[in-house]
């Protein structure tokens, strides 16, 4: 069974960087696409906003709403992945969940996910 949690959550002024973590536990962690996704507001899933993917190969997708400010990479040897958000907005603040996926076969897990705000 996969897990995932996430860290590194918090208050930033606008202008500032935080960096999250999601630590993987469980098997196959190299196998699966990662991403980050961010929701402003309870609601459903698909009401999440995705910002950013990496996949098995290190390639990289970014939300036009992040792209140049936030990084995404991965630590395979330590089942972890990390979004890097510099230039922070107030805009920005939302609970930022952490995605696992395969395709083959299909499997699908989230975290619980960090709150990020940021204000002044």
């Known amino acids: 069974q996969v897990q995932l949690v996430e860290s590194g959550g918090g208050l930033v002024q606008p202008g500032g960087s935080l960096r999250l973590s999601c630590v993987f536990s469980?098997?196959?962690?190299?196998?699966?696409?990662m991403g980050w996704y961010r929701q402003a507001r309870q609601g459903p899933v698909n009401e999440r906003e995705l910002?950013?993917?990496?996949?098995?190969?290190?390639?990289?997708y970014y939300s036009d709403s992040v792209q140049g400010r936030f990084t995404i990479s991965r630590d395979n040897p330590k089942n972890t992945v990390y979004l890097q958000m510099n230039s922070l907005k107030p805009e920005d603040t939302a609970v930022y969940f952490c995605?696992?996926?395969?395709?083959?076969?299909?499997?699908?897990?989230w975290g619980q996910g960090t709150q990020v705000t940021v204000s002044s």
């Open positions: 995605d696992a996926r395969r395709q083959v076969p299909a499997l699908r897990y």
């Open positions: 910002v950013a993917l990496i996949n098995t190969v290190n390639s990289t």
């Open positions: 469980g098997s196959g962690y190299s196998l699966f696409t």
